[in-house]
T-cell receptor, first 114, second 116 residues
Framework: DAKTTQPNSMESNEEEPVHLPCNHS???????IHWYRQLPSQGPEYVIH???SNVNNRMASLAIAEDRKSSTLILHRATLRDAAVYYC???????????????FGRGTQLTVWP | DTGVSQDPRHKITKRGQNVTFRCDPI?????LYWYRQTLGQGPEFLTY????????KSRLLSDRFSAERPKGSFSTLEIQRTEQGDSAMYLC??????????????FGPGTRLTVT
């Protein structure tokens, strides 16, 4: 599986933007970039995903580098409810034995201060 | 609430006992996944179903583990002869059919297993 590298932890103040980086230098052309987050004592929650172009949804924005070797999840205004572990994941599309799986890694623990 | 439910939410069992967990995915989702998560780690993939067919199993899924999805709807995960190392959160997820990489997975709340 193509792997991702994320900082162990980041901090932000409430109502400030947060940029969560992810490196995936071994990404291949058909790998989608997915972000999930996990709040304490809950299952992971889908945030956003993209392939090549930047993406926006109601939760966040995903900025993908032109060479696709890195991406950044952007929370435009952090709230206390955004405090969670954020996972950057490469999802293999239609390929062999890795079909369907998500490789989570350890993610980035985001702390939001009031 | 994502629409994926798991039962029970918590299970305490003694070493050597068998346990079974149930997952009810979102009804129109063909794909169902099981993951295991230990404290401080991200979830680890265990197995994957497309309808009733089990298409992929992780090396983590030892002979003591078995998963089924008999009618392509709900799924069960059974652990036989539990060991203390099986203590973890067991997560179920489902997703729509189609190109795998392009669809998100919806996770249930998990079943926390404690083996004493």
């Amino acid at each position: 599986d193509a792997k991702t590298t994320q900082p162990n932890s980041m901090e932000s103040n409430e109502e400030e933007p947060v940029h969560l980086p992810c490196n995936h230098s071994t990404i291949s052309g058909t790998d989608y970039i997915h972000w999930y987050r996990q709040l304490p004592s809950q299952g992971p929650e889908y945030v956003i995903h993209g392939l090549t172009s930047n993406v926006n949804n109601r939760m966040a924005s995903l900025a993908i580098a032109e060479d696709r070797k890195s991406s950044t999840l952007i929370l435009h205004r952090a709230t206390l409810r955004d405090a969670a572990v954020y996972y950057c994941i490469l999802r293999v599309a239609d390929r062999g034995s890795t079909l369907g799986r998500l490789y989570f890694g350890r993610g980035t623990q985001l702390t939001v201060w009031p | 609430d994502t629409g994926v439910s798991q039962d029970p939410r918590h299970k305490i069992t003694k070493r050597g006992q068998n346990v079974t967990f149930r997952c009810d995915p979102i009804s129109e989702h063909n794909r169902l996944y099981w993951y295991r998560q230990t404290l401080g780690q991200g979830p680890e993939f265990l197995t994957y179903f497309q309808n009733e067919a089990q298409l992929e199993k992780s090396r983590l899924l030892s002979d003591r583990f078995s998963a089924e999805r008999p009618k392509g709807s709900f799924s069960t995960l059974e652990i036989q002869r539990t060991e203390q190392g099986d203590s973890a959160m067991y997560l179920c997820a489902s997703s729509r059919n189609g190109r795998v990489g392009s669809y998100e997975q919806y996770f249930g709340p998990g079943t926390r297993l404690t083996v004493t």
